[in-house]
T-cell receptor
C-alpha cells in the first residue's frame, strides 16, 4: 500500500542552522513526491516537487529511491521558515494525493 | 487569479445536528477534492470529483457524509448527523485535472467544532 511517513512531529532549530525534515514513502512504481507547507494563518500550498528539481526559498529535496526517502533540506534556517510541512505522494490514478502527518518546524531566533 | 473559496470559515454545532460546507474552486479546474484534517494529522481525502462525477469516495463515511458537485463547479459537503469525532478542519482543493500530477490549490478551510 502507498504510504508516507514523517517521523518527527516537531522539529526545533536555531536560526542559521541547517534543517532537514524527513519523509519516507512506500510505493510500487516510480514516485513523484511533493512538499507542501502551511504558514501560520495561511493556506496549505505547494513548496516544491521533486520532478522540477528546483530550490524554493532555499529548500531542496532529493528523491532517494534506495532509501525510499524525500527529505527536505535547507542549509541555513530562517525565522520565516517556521511552519507545518507535509510530504505528499501522488497516487497513479486520478491525481489522488496521500499526505504525511506533517512536521512542525520552529526556528528559534 | 482568484483562489479556492470556502464558507463558512468556522462552524460550531452540537452533536447530532447537521452542517454543510461550500466550496468554489479555481475557474476552469476540473478536479475538486474535499479533505478532512484532524488536529495533529495530515489532510485525509474524503472525496474527489472530476467535473461532476465522483472518482474516489472510498474514505467518505457515507452513512453520515454526502457531497455533490452538480454543475461541475461549486461543491457542497454535508454531515448529518454530526459526531464529536467530526471536529476537524475541512479543506477544499482544486486542480486542473490534466495528467502529470497537477498541483492542488487549497482553500482556507472550514473549522468545525462539534460539542
Amino acid at each position: 500500500a502507498q504510504r508516507v511517513t514523517q517521523p518527527e512531529k516537531l522539529l526545533s532549530v536555531f536560526k542559521g542552522a541547517p534543517v532537514e525534515l524527513k519523509c519516507n514513502y512506500s510505493y510500487s512504481g516510480s514516485p513523484e513526491l511533493f512538499w507542501y507547507v502551511q504558514y501560520s494563518r495561511q493556506r496549505l500550498q505547494l513548496l516544491l516537487r521533486h520532478i522540477s528539481r528546483e530550490s524554493i526559498k532555499g529548500f531542496t529535496a532529493d528523491l532517494n529511491k534506495g532509501e525510499t526517502s524525500f527529505h527536505l533540506k535547507k542549509p541555513f534556517a530562517q525565522e520565516e521558515d517556521s511552519a507545518m510541512y507535509y510530504c505528499a505522494l501522488p497516487k497513479t490514478s486520478y491525481d489522488k494525493v496521500i499526505f504525511g502527518p506533517g512536521t512542525s518546524l520552529s526556528v528559534i531566533p | 487569479e482568484a483562489g479556492v473559496a470556502q464558507s463558512p470559515r468556522y462552524k460550531i454545532i452540537e452533536k447530532r445536528q447537521s452542517v454543510a460546507f461550500w466550496c468554489n474552486p479555481i475557474s476552469g479546474h476540473a478536479t475538486l477534492y474535499w479533505y478532512q484534517q484532524i488536529l495533529g494529522q495530515g489532510p485525509k481525502l474524503l472525496i474527489q470529483f472530476q467535473n461532476n462525477g465522483v472518482v474516489d469516495d472510498s474514505q467518505l463515511p457515507k452513512d453520515r457524509f454526502s457531497a455533490e458537485r452538480l454543475k461541475g463547479v461549486d461543491s457542497t459537503l454535508k454531515i448529518q448527523p454530526a459526531k464529536l469525532e467530526d471536529s476537524a478542519v475541512y479543506l477544499c482543493a482544486s486542480s486542473t485535472g490534466t495528467s502529470g500530477r497537477p498541483i492542488q490549490f487549497f482553500g482556507p478551510g472550514t473549522r468545525l467544532t462539534v460539542l
